[in-house]
């Protein structure tokens, strides 16, 4: 019960989010709480309220004895139920949830949203509060009688082909919870809404026990490798020693831990949090989605034991609904996870580490646009948490502030046991002229029948998926494009067709250009499946795999790829991005970049940043064993610096250099950029709202220093048929400029413009 109830009869008021994400209503409305719920009301709490004609659940996120004096007594209205028992989150989370409001310009709404999960809420949502029960989860299923889905099909036209996957996919699977099947049938919502007024499918609730879901990924695992634990080395040991010192002062502290690909940070992770643990502490873990492979999970476990939460993609509703209260009840001293783990329902957690803190997978693409490394260190300052930031390639940001003195920098500078870092050789990709290029040039095809016949194992990276990048008409140049969004269509073998990227809008191939009906459609620019092809060619008999989106769209895909190369059953593993990251993998002697430029060309600042980190990240899975790494880079720009400076790992000379240029041109971490996208299907409408903004903003924003780029077309113009025009700020603080945006948006946006707002944004395309 409460340690100090209030005074029988004595007033308390609540100040209530009520959950209908609406610009208009994200402000705190005030109730009273009638005595009998007064025990059970805390900020934290999840209640119903009446508001306006009916009622809504709402998030309680302060109390007072005093009624706001803009509010007549007889207008205030009473608290009617109270959904979670007390204390349903801490304080130190609802701290977090108010800096994302503030900081990231979402709804309050939507940050709270953010910390307890969906299956989590669904529980409060219903009438009756479901203490721990599990939940059921909303699924889509086929219709018992539904009409003849051609005529739709045929209707829907570019998107007929993703609805044609989605009644597969039912077909094959039975019911699927709606996330799952989007994955699966790699389509949209908006497809299953299609599919869904027409009769041919249907949402329904299920238990849990009886849904057809995925096994979960990580249970059962075999080839798990070694867990034992060694003793750590100086560099190690001090790491160690230094943080576990910053967490006996009791005071928020963070710790950037910049270490080379393979110096053992990981250990360094597991005996501070054996530490915290044993004395009593909890701890988040945060690694990127793709590195929660069975091997990772399974050496945190066996090291930590049962107290280790996972929570990954693969759970089902149920599952994840589960581990959220087994975290809240304090059964688990350790959760770890991708991006949303930072939620984790612990109170003011002793250490939170961000493996990997470059990653750009822990920012939120859909509002809120949080980065989870931001959170951390939030709720480190919130809750006087130490925060270990780990990489070997840190952010731009994190280094720079770590130089500054606002993070303590801890180096490790070499591999552990003495291992060389690979040595890397460049391939200039321009020697083969303007012939179609082969993907695999004779010095990689050597370098990869050497590691194979030495029984070694071989990682090459593509950074694009699909057969090739376009087709265009060499004769009219022509090229064709998404007739929703302002981009190319990539050219996709097996299925073949052209699809979008973006959007998903689908079609066949063609022989004919539809510009001047000649015949000379090439294809440009090569993707996986490309590479797959020509590997295969080159390589008769080699056991492949590819893992980029296309082959790793049910959850867990992904596990199970690494797994099979884990256990030496694949040779060689060709893949997207998704390869390069964290893994370890002591077979491998040989890491392909097939080809460097795919990020160096994009419209953005991180552009070189991106390269630089790709490249050092993906040559740092080569000769983690016994045995000595080699990686080829095939480039077009064998002289740029972070080509370069990525060959020679070395991330101090590519910081200097990189910072320099951010300094000159005033992009972070020397500024806060806040960038505000202005979306509709009328372009007029667009980019007058972006100009209104302009007007109403620019003159406040200049008094506060700032500047700001725009308002201009987005470098996509054109997405899922709305034309889109932004505004780019580049602040001081974020928190001068959101404020702005904010009050300016709550005056009212013109109908038919969607307004995003995007602090510290991964990516401006
Ligand atoms: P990083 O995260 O820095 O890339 P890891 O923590 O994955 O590196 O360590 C790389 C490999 O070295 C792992 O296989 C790990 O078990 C091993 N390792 C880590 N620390 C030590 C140590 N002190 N002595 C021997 N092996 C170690
Ligand atoms: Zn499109």
């Known amino acids: 019960?409460?340690?100090?109830?209030?005074?029988?009869?004595?007033?308390?008021?609540?100040?209530?989010?009520?959950?209908?994400?609406?610009?208009?209503?994200?402000?705190?409305?005030?109730?009273?709480?009638?005595?009998?719920?007064?025990?059970?009301?805390?900020?934290?709490?999840?209640?119903?309220?009446?508001?306006?004609?009916?009622?809504?659940?709402?998030?309680?996120?302060?109390?007072?004895?005093?009624?706001?004096?803009?509010?007549?007594?007889?207008?205030?209205?009473?608290?009617?139920?109270?959904?979670?028992?007390?204390?349903?989150?801490?304080?130190?989370?609802?701290?977090?949830?108010?800096?994302?409001?503030?900081?990231?310009?979402?709804?309050?709404?939507?940050?709270?949203?953010?910390?307890?999960?969906?299956?989590?809420?669904?529980?409060?949502?219903?009438?009756?509060?479901?203490?721990?029960?599990?939940?059921?989860?909303?699924?889509?299923?086929?219709?018992?009688?539904?009409?003849?889905?051609?005529?739709?099909?045929?209707?829907?036209?570019?998107?007929?082909?993703?609805?044609?996957?989605?009644?597969?996919?039912?077909?094959?699977?039975?019911?699927?919870?709606?996330?799952?099947?989007?994955?699966?049938?790699?389509?949209?919502?908006?497809?299953?809404?299609?599919?869904?007024?027409?009769?041919?499918?249907?949402?329904?609730?299920?238990?849990?026990?009886?849904?057809?879901?995925?096994?979960?990924?990580l249970k059962g695992t075999s080839a798990l490798g070694s867990t034992e634990r060694p003793d750590l080395t100086p560099a190690q040991r001090e790491a160690v020693d230094r943080i576990l010192a910053l967490r006996a002062q009791g005071k928020a502290a963070a710790v950037l831990?910049?270490?080379?690909?393979?110096?053992?940070?990981?250990?360094?992770?597991?005996?501070?949090?054996?530490?915290?643990?044993?004395?009593?502490?909890?701890?988040?873990?945060?690694?990127?989605?793709?590195?929660?492979?069975?091997?990772?999970?399974?050496?945190?476990?066996?090291?930590?034991?049962?107290?280790?939460?996972?929570?990954?993609?693969?759970?089902?509703?149920?599952?994840?609904?589960?581990?959220?209260?087994?975290?809240?009840?304090?059964?688990?001293?350790?959760a770890l996870g991708a991006r949303s783990c930072v939620f984790a329902p612990f109170d003011r957690?002793?250490?939170?580490?961000?493996?990997?803190?470059?990653?750009?997978?822990?920012?939120?693409?859909?509002?809120?646009?949080?980065?989870?490394?931001?959170?951390?260190?939030?709720?480190?300052?919130?809750?006087?948490?130490?925060?270990?930031?780990?990489?070997?390639?840190?952010?731009?940001?994190?280094?720079?502030?770590?130089?500054?003195?606002?993070?303590?920098?801890?180096?490790?500078?070499?591999?552990?046991?003495?291992?060389?870092?690979?040595?890397?050789?460049?391939?200039?990709?321009?020697?083969?002229?303007?012939?179609?290029?082969?993907?695999?040039?004779?010095?990689?095809?050597?370098?990869?029948?050497e590691a194979l016949a030495a029984g070694g194992q071989v990682m090459l990276l593509m950074n694009r998926r699909g057969f090739s990048s376009y087709l265009m008409c060499t004769d009219c140049g022509h090229m064709e494009r998404c007739p929703r969004c302002d981009i190319s269509l990539t050219v996709h073998a097996a299925p073949e067709c052209l699809r979008c990227h973006y959007c998903l809008f689908e079609k066949g191939h063609m022989a004919v250009c539809p510009g001047c009906t000649g015949v000379s459609l090439k294809y440009f620019g090569s993707g996986t499946q490309r590479v797959e092809e020509e590997l295969l060619g080159a390589f008769p008999g080699i056991s492949l795999a590819r893992m980029d989106a296309d082959t790793t769209r049910r959850p867990g895909d992904h596990l199970r790829l690494l797994e099979k190369f884990g256990r030496g059953e694949i040779q060689v593993l060709l893949g997207t991005q998704m390869i390069a990251k964290g893994h370890d993998f002591p077979g491998v002697t040989l890491v392909g970049v097939v080809l460097a430029d795919t990020a160096l060309n994009l419209p953005d600042f991180r552009a070189a940043e991106r390269t630089f980190s790709l490249l050092v990240q993906v040559s740092g899975r080569a000769g983690r064993g016994a045995r000595p790494g080699r990686v080829v880079v095939q480039t077009y720009n064998p002289d740029n610096p972070a080509v370069l400076l990525a060959a020679r790992q070395d991330y101090k000379a590519f910081f200097d250099l990189e910072l320099g240029h951010r300094r000159e041109l005033s992009y972070p971490p020397f500024?806060?950029?806040?960038?505000?996208?202005?979306?509709?299907?009328?372009?007029?409408?667009?980019?007058?709202?972006?100009?209104?903004?302009?007007?109403g903003i620019l003159p406040e924003a200049r008094a506060l220093g700032a500047g700001w780029l725009g308002p201009a077309p987005c470098a996509i113009p054109r997405l899922h048929r709305k034309y889109r025009w932004h505004l780019t700020f580049k602040a001081n603080k974020v928190q001068e400029i959101v404020p702005l945006i904010r009050k300016f948006l709550a005056a009212g946006i013109p109908a038919g413009v969607a307004v995003t707002i995007d602090a510290d944004p991964m990516s401006m395309l």
């Not at 930031?389 to 606002?406: F, I, K, N, Q």
């Open 1 to 217: 019960m409460n340690s100090s109830p209030p005074l029988s009869g004595a007033a308390v008021y609540a100040d209530v989010i009520v959950a209908r994400p609406a610009r208009g209503l994200d402000r705190p409305f005030t109730y009273r709480v009638p005595p009998a719920l007064q025990p059970h009301v805390v900020a934290g709490a999840v209640v119903e309220v009446p508001f306006r004609g009916g009622s809504l659940v709402g998030y309680v996120i302060d109390l007072h004895a005093d009624a706001p004096s803009s509010l007549a007594e007889d207008a205030i209205r009473d608290v009617l139920q109270v959904r979670s028992p007390r204390e349903f989150w801490g304080e130190d989370l609802l701290g977090a949830a108010g800096w994302m409001q503030y900081y990231y310009g979402c709804l309050m709404v939507e940050a709270l949203n953010a910390i307890i999960p969906e299956p989590v809420r669904a529980g409060l949502w219903r009438k009756r509060p479901a203490r721990g029960a599990p939940a059921r989860t909303r699924v889509v299923a086929l219709t018992d009688n539904g009409p003849d889905p051609e005529p739709l099909l045929r209707a829907l036209d570019g998107d007929g082909p993703q609805a044609r996957r989605v009644l597969d996919a039912l077909r094959r699977h039975g019911h699927l919870p709606a996330s799952e099947l989007l994955n699966l049938a790699h389509a949209r919502t908006e497809t299953i809404h299609h599919l869904r007024d027409a009769g041919l499918v249907k949402y329904r609730m299920v238990a849990p026990d009886q849904l057809s879901a995925w096994h979960d990924p």
């Open 257 to 334: 831990l910049h270490g080379v690909t393979g110096s053992g940070k990981t250990e360094v992770y597991l005996r501070v949090l054996e530490a915290v643990t044993e004395a009593g502490g909890t701890a988040v873990v945060l690694v990127p989605e793709i590195s929660l492979t069975p091997q990772a999970v399974h050496r945190y476990r066996t090291r930590l034991g049962e107290k280790v939460a996972v929570l990954h993609s693969g759970l089902t509703d149920a599952e994840r609904h589960e581990q959220w209260w087994s975290l809240r009840r304090g059964g688990m001293a350790v």
């Open 349 to 449: 957690p002793s250490v939170l580490v961000v493996d990997e803190e470059h990653d750009s997978s822990y920012k939120q693409d859909s509002s809120p646009r949080y980065h989870a490394r931001q959170v951390a260190i939030r709720r480190a300052l919130q809750g006087n948490g130490v925060v270990v930031l780990g990489s070997a390639t840190p952010s731009l940001e994190s280094y720079h502030w770590a130089r500054e003195g606002r993070y303590h920098l801890l180096e490790l500078g070499e591999r552990v046991e003495g291992r060389p870092l690979p040595e890397v050789e460049i391939v200039d990709l321009r020697r083969f002229g303007r012939g179609r290029p082969v993907a695999l040039g004779a010095v990689l095809r050597e370098r990869m029948r």
């Open 671 to 695: 500024v806060h950029l806040v960038n505000v996208v202005f979306a509709s299907e009328d372009e007029a409408a667009a980019q007058a709202a972006a100009h209104s903004l302009a007007a």
